[in-house]
């Protein structure tokens, strides 16, 4: 692929921007593209991809449509795009609203990075762009399990989060070692918790925390697997079917645990069940399946472009599903709240089809 | 046949490898920009440059994304896996079939069938894109929403309707053939039946409420779903309270958005005088937007939340007592409520001619619960399924739906991407195989010929795997081309040979990661990128072994991923079939596998490959 290596062939002005290259951001592009508009995609990192590319596939004897997969197929549909221009390693600085639209300030974000495999070119250099609309697709945060320290995360031995679970089994964990024999998942970490002030229910962890499960399960039969939960949230068309199979092979546990403290053999997670009575059950590995939450540069973002922010610190206005709050800018993805990956996909649609609109719109104002 | 060159594109992963050796070992001729007949390219056509495209205008061409296919190791290895993959793209050009000049026009008009919310924005966004849109609904009128629907936002969106919007009220589309570009469609009106051509067609019946499955044998006069409760109008008696209890899902959990609906029922009866209200639930499904704080709002309203097993609810005393045991008090619970309130789901019936399975797949492979069919697709290219009938929440979710497949249908139909099968009439004996196993319902039978859907095709192959007269194959596609690119790579493959198909889906991103990464690939492995594993049939598996392969290898998507549906479940049935045959005449059977993978499991991939690699050394 030709790199450019210089600012004089870089585009000074775009219909659409697109701040944030994971699914929902090259989702966007792609949609823009099959509308025949161009767009210029600035991704943060070195690579595209954003959190889509920590998850595994979760497929055991069929797929198990966790939507890991479709980064894949963006990136193949973006890279035959001409209409797709792709920055990675660009950050917004500033941005000005100006005549239709907004001049934004890209910079390289950290030293030069040899460029990687796939689209696009790290941003040479300072780059002002005029774009008449703005799609911001800058993912969430995944909830940082150690601010629940009564989990014992990162205090305790043998209590991982969950994407350090995705991490371990993508690079082949336990192939050639023992599984643990006892494995406990304890859910809403970070997400319903009045007391860390996350009012919101993630959505997406009930669905990565039990196809993960089943994944363990399936290989290794034998494996005792704990699901600490509050409530199973619906996760799938089929979800019923599957979750009659999964209490046949999980241990399903209505208990928020109070604490995972450190045993004589690996961690001890302590809980109550309806009954009242405390518990204190001891397991080899505790996996918190942490919650998404607001990006972390949403405020920046938000101060930028002069947005106010739903409540809960998600980008986006209440009762508009794609409106960022700022006139040509849009929200994509789970910087909205919440998603899936697949919902995530389809959110983006819409932003890219009212960027669309907004341009066609001052296209028509002559 | 053609001579072919070799146009060489430096890359990233093709570093040290000299052009002039690899197209000599390769066979072909090294590029240095005089006439050419035939060429390969050692790029996606994505990095070739402009002028190169200019220059190899109305050429076969066969663009090889070569760095993918070398991988690491010594000088010698990476040079060997680069003429391979030369000689079996050069061994297809040769040969290539250009499409045909003349393809049939796609109809570049919609039909939206339906009513609400989903359908508006269908049309709106088809409109918008500069597809003339009929909007069929046999409601009365186009703007009447669904019952799920919020009435505002679809009057707002009706206004909105640009003029290339024709509406046909009180019309119902009672038949449907074809795919995309070529859609029949016969619309019963009150100006009697016609047929009509569609580019794309979009299913969006307005959702109509039911109750969501509760328990049996309440007391009718007590009941009220959801959607009739007008709580205003609900007050206690002067003297004392009046108990409701709002059923949220005891038999089994309800969808998120039947729970917050629930909820908002439940906060209003609370907030009404001298109303005690129970809400029972077997899980609280809280992850619609503001569940939680819904919830909890409830709970702060006095709203007595109240956990019940599925299925353990009891009716007692004709209907007008619930029962239910309570885990931390070892007995039943009882309540007599004054109102039962139930909650509440849209659905959608299901056009009846979908019915007809001579004419159509059955529900699910039409609709499959496949994370590649979203935003309205289907698994017939150019038709879309939206809003209730999907089973799609209200609201935001339908809208983002009729976006998308709004996007997906204007390039479909306006892009110069899409391939046309190539049908040789002569020697088709109409067996309707291609007809009956095309995943995307393209090819069709018109008058004593095989005719295809001029925008539905996705080149997956299957029909090409299938057709038993090796009549039908997509462009580039065909036997003959596979056969000359086959024989030419593994004439040149160091022993054992082996062939990796490799599905564009999961593998070839696979064997990109792998290869990127320096991955050492064994000396004689062949690989063969294919849009779908459901192109690789029998004639093709068994071309392989004819020509001195000691493993084949077919890698496709996991079960239920595949974009051709079932293209990786056809692939896998003929590795076994020919994995029996094998066995049959006494060879190994082991030597031809099937292995279901995702784009982001390479070391998988990796593991299959050494394994066949030492399984081939050992036989």
Known sequence: MEISSSLSDTPQSTPVLILGGGVAGLAAAVDLSRRGLSCVLAEREPVLGGRARDFCCKAVAACARCGACRLADLLAEASVRPQITIYTSALATTAQPRDRGWQVELAPAGPAQPAAAGPGAPLPGRLSLAAQAVI??????????????????????????????????????????????????????????????????????????????????????????????????????????????LRQELRFLRAMPGEVALGATGPEVVFALADGAQRREAFDLVVLSQGLGPPAGAAALAQMFGLARIVDGFLGQPQAPVAAGAPGVYVAGACRGPRSLAESIDHAGLAAAAAAAHVAQEAGRG | ???????????????????????????????????????????????????????????????????????????????????????????????????????????????????????????????????????AT??????????????????????????????????ELTELTGAAGAFRARLAGPQGAATQTFGAVVLAPAGQWSVSCEVDGLDPALTRPVWQLQAQEISGPPDGWLYAAVLAGTARPLTADSFSRALRAALALAQRPRLQVALLFSEARVASEGGERLFREC???????????????????????????????GEDLELAPDLIVLADQAAAPRPAFLDNRLLWPSWPALLPDNPRFSGGRSSRTGLYILGALRGTAPGAARREEAADAAADLHERLTGKLVPMPVVRDKICARCLTCVRTCPHGVPRHIVDSIQCAPAGCVACGVCA???????????????????????????????????????????????????????????????????????????????????????????????????????????????????????????????????????????????????????????
């Open chain 2, 465 to 619: 795997a299938e057709c038993p007269a090796q009549a039908i194959a997509p462009p580039g596609w065909s036997n003959p081309e596979m056969f000359a690119g086959l024989e030419r790579a593994l004439a040149l493959a160091a022993q054992p040979r082996l062939v990796l198909f490799a599905c564009a889906n999961s593998a070839m991103p696979a064997v990109g990661e792998l290869s990127a990464g320096g991955h050492v690939w064994p000396a004689g492995l062949v690989m063969q990128p294919v849009v779908c594993a459901g192109r690789v049939g029998m004639h093709l598996i068994m071309k392989a072994l004819e020509l001195g392969a000691r493993g084949v290898l077919v890698a496709g998507c996991h079960d239920g991923n595949c974009r051709s549906v079932s293209g990786n479940l056809r692939a896998r049935l003929r590795t076994e079939q020919a994995s029996q045959t094998l066995g049959e005449l006494g060879l190994d059977p082991e030597s031809v596998q099937f292995l279901h993978l995702a784009s982001n499991q390479p070391r998988a991939l990796a593991q299959a490959v050494d394994q066949m690699a030492a399984g081939a050394l050992e036989g």
């Open chain 1, 136 to 245: 911001l697709a800058v993912g969430q945060q995944p909830f940082d399990p150690a601010q629940k320290s009564s989990l014992g995360y990162g205090r305790v031995p043998g209590v991982i989060s969950a994407l350090e679970l995705e991490a371990r089994l993508a690079l082949g964990a336990w192939e050639n070692e023992p599984p643990p024999a006892k494995l406990a998942f304890i859910q809403c970490v970070g997400s319903r918790d009045q007391a860390l002030g996350r009012l919101w229910c993630s959505r997406v962890c009930c669905g990565y925390a039990l196809r993960l499960a089943r994944l363990l399960k399936a290989g290794r039969p034998e494996m005792d697997i704990a699901f600490f939960h509050m409530d199973v949230q619906d996760y799938g068309r089929a979800w019923e079917e599957e979750l009659a199979e």
């Open chain 2, 138 to 171: 046999p409601l009365a009128a186009a703007h009447t929403p669904g019952q799920d629907d919020d009435p505002e936002e679809v009057s707002l969106l009706a206004a909105q309707l640009p003029a290339s919007v024709t509406l046909a009220p009180q019309t």
């Open chain 2, 299 to 329: 709970r702060q309203a006095g709203v007595l939340a109240m956990r019940v097993a599925p299925g353990e609810l009891t009716v007692r005393e004709g209907g007008r007592l619930l029962a239910w045991p309570d885990p931390l008090l």
């Open chain 2, 1 to 135: 046949m053609a001579r072919v060159s070799l146009v060489w594109l430096e890359r990233p992963g093709l570093e040290g490898l000299a052009p002039e050796l690899v197209a000599r070992a390769a066979g072909v001729a090294l590029d240095r920009g005089g006439l050419v007949e035939a060429v390969v390219v050692t790029a996606p056509e994505a990095a070739a440059p402009p002028a190169l495209k200019r220059r190899l205008l109305g050429l076969p061409v066969a663009w090889l994304d070569l760095a993918l296919e070398v991988g690491g190791g010594d000088d010698a290895l990476r040079l060997a896996r680069a003429a391979a993959a030369v000689a079996r793209a050069a061994g297809r050009a040769a040969l290539a079939t250009l499409p045909p000049v003349y393809a049939p026009q796609p109809a570049l008009n919609v039909l939206v069938a339906g009513a609400g919310l989903a359908a508006l924005a269908a049309a709106y966004e088809a409109a918008a894109l500069g597809h003339p849109v009929l909007l």
